[in-house]
C-alpha cells in the first residue's frame, strides 16, 4: 500500500528549473535540485538528460548551480555558482574545465547570451557613484554598512522581500564570453533595469525598466534599448504599463528584428477593476509605434497569467515566437487551465488555444523545427516536461521530475464543478479534494483554503501542501469567487472581493460542495487562507459561525496599517478630509468586528512582511484576547526573517505546517 503524501516532501522532492530540450542529440538540459540525506540539506546539479533512455550525465555539481543556458552554437554552457560575492557566472566548454567569468561584489541575475554568442548581458545590484572597479570586485569584509540610515523622501520606499528601498538597484552589465574583459555597467542611476535580452544586432540591449515611469507604481514599467558601446538609452515605448507582473513578458524580437512583441497592461477605466488584463503588441524598435495584435474572445480572456499554483515551469519564459517566425505562443489563464495560445502576426488577431483540458501549462523553451518545450502538471501529478507541436498542440511526454513521488505516495485526486452565483452575474469554479485512501462511507473534516490576491487562481496544478493536508485524512476545499481572474473581466471586478460577494461565493461554493460529496463532514469544516485569503478568513469570522476553527495567514487586518505600512500604499485624495479618509480605513477593516469571533483563532505572520505588516498580525492578536474570556482558544506565531509568503526554510517551514495541522486536527 502506498504511504500518505506528508508536509516532508517539501524537502525531499525532486525539483527542476531552466529546462531546454536539444533535438538534434535527444536530451533535455536543466538545474535539478534533489535532497541530500546525509547533509540534510538541497543540493543542486546541472543535469543532460537522454529522453530515450532516461539516463543522466551530471554537467556540473558545483554548490549553488542553476539557471543553465547553452550559447547559441551550443558549443558553451553558462550557469551561475555560488561564490564569493554571490551567485557569479561561468562557463563551460566541452571536455574543459569551467572558468568562472565574473567576481561581481553582490552576485548575477539572469544572464541571457547575445546572438552571435560573444556577449552576456546580465543584471546586478548597484548605486549611483559607485565604481565598477569596486562593483566588479569581491567585497573585502562586510559588503554593505548595515548601520547606514535610511533617507526616504518619496513614495515607493519599500519592496516586500527586499525591505527598504537602497542606492543599490537592478543595472545591466555586459561581459565578452571569452572573459578577455571586466563586466562593463551599461545602465546608472536610481531606477531598475530588468529582463533583458540582446536585439538581433548584438549591439543593442531591450529591457524593461521605470527609469520614465512613476516609481511607486511597481508594475509600471517601459520598454527600453540601450547601445551597448556608447550606453545611450532609447525610449522604446512611452506612458504604456508594460508587464512585469505577474508573469514577466521578456520582450521578443519578430524574425526581421524590426519589432518586438511585449505584453501591455489594458487601461484601468474604473475603480471596480483591479490588477488589469494585458493585451499583446507589436513595436517598431525604430519609431516606437504600437500595434495591438491580440483580442480578447470567449477562449481567450488574456494574454498572461496569474496562477496560484501552478507548480511549474521554474525559470522557462512566458511568451515565445514560434520556430517559423510566423506566430507567437503565449500563457494564459482560462477557467482553472493554464493554457498556451499560437497567435498569428499577420492575420487573425484571435489566440487559438493550442492546450485544453484539466491541465495548468506555466513555462516553455526555446522553438526548434515546429516544437517547443513546454512545462505542465495535474492535480494529480507533478511537473511533466513535454514536447509540443506549436500548430497542433499535441504533446508528447518527455520527463516527470516528480515521478518517485508519484510512485510511492497515494495522490489524491479532486473533482471540480461550476455553478451559478446567488445574483446570477457570474459562475463560480470549484474544487473539491478527497482525502487520502478515503474509505466509502465515512465523513471527514475539511480544510476551506482561500487564496490571495484577490487577482490569482485557482488551477488544475498538483498543490504538495493541498496533498499533505489530504495525507493527514483532511479534504480540501478551494474555489475561484468573483475577484478572481480567468473568467473574464466581469467575474474578476475587484469590488467584488471586499463587497461580500467573494464571501458569499464561498459559502455558496461549500454549501454546494456539501450537497454533491457524501464524504464532507459539514460540521467540521476549517477556514484559512493567506494574504486576501487571510483577510477572507478574519472577514468570514466575523459574519458567520459556518467554520469550526480559522488559521489567518500574513493577512490584512487594519486598512490604517496598510496605508502607512505596507508596500502598496493607500490614496486619501478621494476624501475632504485626512480624518475622514481615516474614518473610512476604520470602517473597512477586519479588525472592527473580531468580538464576534467564536471559534478558535490562530494568527501566522511572517515577521519582515511588507505587503501586510505584521503589526495587523499583532492587532488581531490582541483584539481577539482583549475581547474574549481567557480560555478562547487564540495563538500568534510569528516567524523572523520571513517576508510576504510561507516559510521557506526548512526547519521554519515543518514547524508552520505542524502547527497548522495540529490546528485543525484538535479542533475539526
Known sequence: MKRSVTFRDFDTRRMVSYAEYLPESAQLLYADSQWDEQAARRVGRIVLRDVRTGGETVVTDAPGCGNPLLSPDHK?????????????LYIKEENATPRQLTTMRRGVMDPQWSPDGQWIVFTSFAADGESEESLTSPAQGEADDPLAPVVITDFGYKFDGLGFARPEVMQLWVVPADGSRRPKRITSGGSNFMHAAFAPDSRHVICESNLFCDKSVGIATDVLSVDVETCEIT????????????????????????????????????????????????????????????EKTDECYDCVQFAYNAGCGSGLEKVRLSSDGKAVLFHAGYKGQGRIYRLELDGDHRPVPLTDGKYVYNGMGMPKDGKVLAARCEIHRPETLCLMDEKTGEIEELFCPGHALTEEAYISAAEDFFFRTLDGRSEVHGFCLPPANREAGKRYPCIVYVHGGPHPFYTYGFDLEMQAFAGAGFGVLYCN?????????????????????????????????????????????????????????????????????????????????????????????????????????????????????????????????????????HQLFVALKDSHPEDFPVKMVIYPHVSHNQPQESRQRAHYYKTMLDWFIKYL
Open 76 to 88: 558553451k554552457l553558462l550557469y551561475l555558482a555560488a561564490a564569493q560575492g554571490g551567485r557569479q
Open 235 to 294: 525610449r522604446v515605448t512611452q506612458d504604456k504599463m508594460v508587464v512585469s507582473y505577474p508573469n514577466p513578458v521578456r520582450p521578443v524580437f519578430t524574425a526581421d528584428g524590426e519589432h518586438l512583441i511585449i505584453g501591455i497592461l489594458d487601461e484601468v477605466r474604473n475603480s471596480d477593476s483591479t490588477y488589469p488584463s494585458c493585451s499583446l503588441y507589436r513595436v517598431s524598435i525604430h519609431d516606437g509605434s504600437l500595434e495591438k495584435i491580440s
Open 481 to 617: 469567487p468573483r475577484g478572481s481572474s480567468g473568467y473574464g473581466d466581469e467575474h474578476r471586478r475587484l469590488h467584488y472581493a471586499t463587497d461580500g460577494s467573494a464571501y458569499t461565493d464561498i459559502l455558496q461554493f461549500v454549501d454546494e460542495a456539501c450537497r454533491r460529496f457524501d464524504w464532507i463532514d459539514p460540521d467540521r469544516l476549517g477556514l484559512t487562507g493567506g494574504s486576501y485569503g487571510g483577510y477572507m478568513t478574519n472577514y468570514a469570522a466575523t459574519r458567520c459561525s459556518r467554520f469550526k476553527a480559522y488559521i489567518t495567514q500574513r493577512s490584512i487586518a487594519n486598512e490604517l496599517i496598510s496605508y502607512a505600512s505596507s508596500d502598496m500604499q493607500g490614496q486619501s485624495s478621494d476624501f475632504a478630509d485626512f480624518g475622514s479618509f481615516m474614518d473610512h480605513q476604520i470602517d473597512q477593516s477586519v479588525i472592527c468586528g473580531m468580538e464576534k469571533v467564536n471559534a478558535p483563532f490562530l494568527i501566522l505572520h511572517g515577521q519582515d512582511d511588507l505587503r501586510c505588516p505584521v503589526e495587523g498580525a
